[in-house]
């Protein structure tokens, strides 16, 4: 059953000039993320030269003569490596989460809470402070509660046969509504002096006091959730056609679809444990990323992942660098996000037709 | 490989939209689908394709019913044609051909360079190489209609469903998208084609089927198939089946609306009534 498409004919060339742009491109983007990450070792209420961060991280691999104070090194290795890697990690979860769900959902201003992780962890989180449990047991609750709000929209949503997908983005805001009034709810019977303000912090989201074990809890599950995506990260384009065509082209959608957001609840989920929740990055990146490489997620989802990590390092340096107190997080995203989106949107093919 | 339909119903839940579609066909065959809107067109093909559940019926490719068969096999045998649609996101005409590779990738794999010959090839098949590297929204409609052709060839599936092709195409893209499918029916493929012109199937097709309130109405050649009469029946006008001759001497066969000129005059009349009344 083939059908007269003479291939062997004559070997044509592959397009290698493409293949070579993006790889240049992801190359660049892993050099810059590196540079940035040095950099901001650096940066702080302790500067620290460059030349100095080098040789201070290099002494835990080859003997080099100590010329520092053992502050700096508390500094560097328990304050600033554990934070740049959580705003590294959280940021390109997020942004790699939205990419998925934007073509998953073949909407361009889907975020990757649309389905209740937010708010779910986020109810999970505030219980948690408000039964005085520990660090880990609130990122733990904040997980679970996040996994358990997306099961729920997922479970209310294909109870619905006729509009699957609408019917999902709908139980998705009807679970985030419920989750959001439970919070407020908690926020109204907490002790307004202690638990309150530390509800309340949370829910701002930020990255400060953050440690190496909180890193390692989130580098796990967020992992988990990126290596099946970027295996299948090709099929998604299949998947933003719609379902039927995708189904018509061969793709079994059903499964697709359930290991999306699967994996992208996952990467959500661990994200927001830690850091509490910070809106915007999961939104703005990927349409910075499909300006920059287009919309074929090959590369696109790469590319959202590197941008998302070098863009909340950005604004977490912001956020500890701008004022004499710490700004939180996710209000900074919202004000450098905000304005940054209509600039994108305004544009004439701000990253989808 | 040989399409055979027996006693075939389609529809939405336990209702039948349309019914008894017994058919075969064979390689080189262009069906030509011709009933009123909403007459179970699109209906048919998304049953073909197993997107709907059968309700009645046997659909059987090379001897062998499809029923059980998974989306990725369906989909190496019939390949489908939507009507020219828009994407969300600005794809690159080269991604939306490779798309037609789905179908013949493992679950973790993306295009290899093989399959990108294979829509390069599609894409030469159908004249349209220049478009490789345009943005496939920012195409005309004719262009993306051929876009999506070129992906079902990529697809290397035996049979093609086009679900009017030339729907919403001016006159001159019409022409060029109908003679490139006239081409890949004479180079051995299958076409299943729904079309909204009469003409079109004694133009382009070997065999017509005609659905009208849930049942076919008819099935064979264009020319015993789609007559005066049936027009009649399936869309309510007059039409006129005569014979034109090209400057060739070749024999064309057109269908023109008669009458029209009657109804014009009176609803003309009746306006005039309205303006003095």
Known sequence: ?????????????????????????????????????????GIGR???HPGEVIRIILSRVIPIEKTWIDTLETVVFNVRIPRIIAAVLVGAALSAAGAVFQGMFKNPLVSPDILGASAGAGFG???????SLSVIGTQALAFCLGLFAVLSAYLVGSRVRHDPLLALVLAGILVSSIFTAATSLLKYVADPYDKLPAITFWLMGGLSSMQMHDVKLALIPILLGAVPLYLVRWKINVLAMGEEEAQALGLNTGRLKILVVFCATLMTAASVSISGIIGWVGLLVPHIARMLVGPNYRVLLPTSFLIGGIFLLLVDNLARNIAAIEVPLGILTALVGAPFFIYLISRRRGGWS | MNLIMDALACGYGNHAVVRDITLTLE????????????????????????LLKRLEGKIYLGGEDIKKWPHSKIARAIGYIPQTHHPQFPFKVIDIVLMGRTAHLGPFAAPSAKDTAIAEEALDVLQIDYLKERIYTELSGGERQLVLIARALAQQSPILLMDEPTASLDFGNQVLVLSRIRQLARSGLSIIMACHFPEHAFLYGTKALLFKEG??????????????????????VEVEIAEVYTKQGEAVKVCVPCNTNHHLKMSLGGLRNVQTA
Do not use: H
């Open chain 1, 125 to 131: 989180a505030s219980l948690a402070i408000y039964l």
């Open chain 1, 46 to 48: 302790y500067p620290v």
């Open chain 2, 215 to 236: 049942a076919v109405f008819g099935f064979g050649s264009p020319e015993r198939t789609v007559t005066e009469d049936n027009i009649k029946a399936l869309y309510g």
């Open chain 1, 1 to 41: 059953m083939k059908v007269q498409l003479a291939i062997d004919k004559e070997k044509k060339k592959v397009s290698p000039g493409t293949k070579i742009r993006a790889g240049r491109q992801l190359g660049f983007l892993v050099l810059l993320l590196v540079g940035m990450c040095l950099f901001s070792i």
């Open chain 2, 27 to 50: 390689k080189g065959d262009v069906l030509c689908l011709l009933g009123p809107n909403g007459s179970g067109k699109t209906t048919f093909f998304k049953t073909i394709l197993g």
